[in-house]
């Protein structure tokens, strides 16, 4: 009776944590370190054009950006950063620091670190 109780994370039992789903992956470990860095990108809403954004911080699960435009949480989104194809996000948070938003899937940390090598703020 108590092994039904115990619920096994997906990171534990041995997945790869970037090839989950974020659904999947937040409920695992929603502390994924974030990395302070300045990249120039470009954003887009849905049912809209992109627009420049400057992205502030970055972790396998999600970044934050500075973009001027104001989306309420729950809004999809797509991030083209420089040599890569749009990721698909979600709005989490918008405050004094941007807009927070979570990939729908992990980023794969050879990608973050390549980006952290490249734009990392001094």
Known sequence: MTDSLVH?????????????????????????LRHQISI???????????????????SVAGYTCDALQTAHPGTLCWLTLPGLGALEAEVVRRDNQGIGCSFKNLLNPAVLDHYIAKYRMA
Do not use: E, L
């Not at 790869?16 to 974020?22: G, I």
């Not at 049912?47 to 502030?56: A, K």
């Open 40 to 58: 120039p990108a470009k954003m887009r809403f849905s049912c809209s054009s992109s627009f420049p954004v400057q992205v502030t911080d970055m």
């Open 8 to 32: 096994s994370s997906p990171i534990s039992a041995g997945h790869n944590p970037a090839a989950m789903p974020y659904g999947i992956a937040q409920g695992a470990d929603r502390c994924a």
